[in-house]
């Protein structure tokens, strides 16, 4: 039996992981009735306040902004999560579950005019397994894909698995029935790239990437010094799908509050209180970005289950988030470690108030009369108001303990995977697709590249295997229930909290519709600029 389909209904229709909510809309009945206007240059500025110059998808400092304008995917989310073709025109699935077969729209360009091929597709998703590409997506297909293992390892030359069956037809087979496997594959590590123009540049061909995406790289915005500070992309005329209305995208962290506030600029965090009570539009979107603190699990005192409870057990998160309260995000405390937006999982978990007596009686069970110890905090470089803001207010609710805090940045994760002394770390997670695993694999698997906290458990290990090739959605919610209950049990990290953006819209911009999973997905073809 072969399933094919133009679409997939995903099991979370309801997820309410915000959509959008708009807190001021004042255009009238006669002017939402305006048909869109193209042309004009749609400026924004960035939530971070650098800019990585860093445009290969594969990596995780690459901007998924970026990513979406210049390149597509086989597939893609719509606004209610639903899976639907990218640069697949549809596809089947085997009746095992194990094989999928992508069809390819047929005429396809990329930027350079180069029509985009399957060999471009099995190149690109054997590019995220080769070793020299030092991606860390690997993981998400190495023991998935049949033969990723023996491609990884040198004794294949190319991935069984991917298998190109035709100009336009490419094919997956997976070790197992794998029930996210659509999911995976609309996520930003997972863009088409040129073959032949990748083999011949290498490296250089991200100076001035090449991909299918509505918009094209057209160069680089630098200051008066000629340092590179953003980016400036065009419209791609020959997009396959409707082009864009905007003739250009302006991309800088370095835009100011005063462009804004002066119309030099369209788009902007909410960087003061101020413009929430102005003629501009706000929106908050659904973006599930959580944040844990990690505590290094093979390294004394933190190798103990009962001081890892007792930890948590004075930490206020409300506090906390009062601390560094700032108007650019919405923050909320969080209890568990599967985010509460994610329905059918688990609903919020109950609130737990500090309790240093019963956190004292844990320490003596471990042993410890307090806690007198050194430990590093890492936080990621650049230094930031922000971090030390969070510094302070840890250090100032873990000194009833006795713990002693050395604020570390660390700029690469090695720094903090070889530290000898025992450190906390600020764990961030943005989940790309409404899937728990993405949240608990990389951060609380044993092997993960992104387990930073030496955090081993056999049964994890093993519920996450049986998850990944489970075909019943409602089995695999249980299988997450146990994970949760185990790791509330361990407290390798802490859950601190959920965090959403807030962005300042110019009146005059048009067509915004906020994305479920966050303004890293801001579809920019449907926007267009009324200054009429």
């Known amino acids: ?41 749609f400026r924004l500025k960035s ?27 086989l597939v893609k989310l719509d606004k209610k999560l639903n899976v639907v ?116 540049q290498g490296k250089k061909f991200f100076y001035r990437p090449i991909g299918t995406g509505p918009f094209v790289f057209d160069s680089w915005i630098r200051n008066a010094r000629l340092d590179i ?4 992309l065009k419209r791609n005329e020959n997009y396959f799908l409707k082009p864009p209305y905007v003739s250009m995208i302006e991309f800088c962290p370095f835009f100011t509050l005063d462009q804004f506030v002066n119309q030099e600029i369209d788009s902007i965090p909410v960087l003061s209180e101020k413009l929430l009570n102005n003629h501009f539009q ?19 005192p933190f190798d103990r289950k009962k001081v890892r409870q007792a930890i948590s057990l004075v930490i206020d998160r409300q506090d906390l988030i009062n601390e560094l309260e700032e108007a650019r995000y919405l923050r909320e405390p969080s209890f568990q470690f599967v985010p509460p937006r994610l329905p059918g999982f688990f609903p919020q978990a109950r609130e737990v108030s500090p309790n240093l007596e019963k956190a004292d009686s844990l320490l003596k069970e471990a042993g410890f009369d307090n806690l007198e110890t050194n430990v590093d905090l890492f936080l990621p470089w650049p230094r930031s108001d922000f971090k030390i803001k969070f510094y302070r207010a840890l250090r100032h609710q873990l000194n009833s303990l006795g713990l002693k805090i050395n604020l570390k940045y660390y700029r690469n994760l090695e720094e903090v995977k070889s530290s000898q002394r025992p450190y906390f770390i600020l764990l961030q997670e ?38 990944s090739i489970q075909r019943s959605w409602s089995k695999r919610i249980k299988i997450f229930h146990q994970i949760e209950s185990i790791l509330k049990d361990e407290m390798p990290a802490i859950p601190l909290y959920n965090q959403q953006n807030r962005v300042a819209m110019q009146p005059y911009v048009r067509g915004v519709e906020i994305p479920v999973l966050g303004f890293y997905y801001l579809d920019t073809r449907k926007i267009w600029l009324d200054k009429e």
Request: aromatic fraction near 14%; charged fraction near 20%.
């Open 1 to 41: 039996m072969i399933i094919r389909q133009k679409t997939t209904r995903v099991v979370f229709n309801t997820l309410i992981i915000g959509t959008g909510l708009l807190f001021l809309a004042f255009f009238g009945e006669k002017a939402s009735a305006k048909k869109p206007q193209p042309g004009g240059v």
């Open 47 to 73: 939530f971070s306040d650098e800019f990585r110059q860093q445009l290969d998808p594969a990596q995780p400092g690459a901007y998924i902004f970026i990513s979406e304008q210049i390149f597509d995917g």
């Open 85 to 200: 073709p990218g640069l697949a025109e549809y596809w089947t699935i085997s009746q095992d579950g194990r094989v999928y077969t992508f069809y390819l729209r047929r005429g396809v360009k990329f930027h350079n005019g180069q029509e985009c091929l399957a060999s471009d597709v099995k190149y690109s998703f054997e590019r995220l397994l080769d070793p020299k590409a030092r991606s860390p997506y690997y993981q998400h297909f190495l023991n998935r894909v049949v033969g990723g293992v023996d491609f990884r390892v040198g004794r294949d030359t190319e991935v069984r698995g991917f298998r190109v069956l035709g100009k336009h037809v490419f094919q997956i087979e997976w070790t197992h029935p794998y029930v996210s496997a659509l999911y995976l594959l609309s996520t930003p590590f997972c863009k088409i790239l040129p073959r032949d123009l990748m083999l011949k």
């Open 229 to 232: 500070i953003g980016i400036r």
């Open 282 to 300: 706000i929106f908050v979107d659904g973006s599930v970005n959580v944040f844990f603190l990690g505590m290094s699990c093979h390294l004394p």
């Open 430 to 467: 943005l989940m790309t697709i409404p899937d728990p695993e993405t949240i608990i694999r990389p951060l609380f698997q044993s092997n993960s590249y992104f387990n930073l906290i030496h955090y081993s458990n056999i049964k994890i290990d093993e519920l996450l295997k049986k998850a």
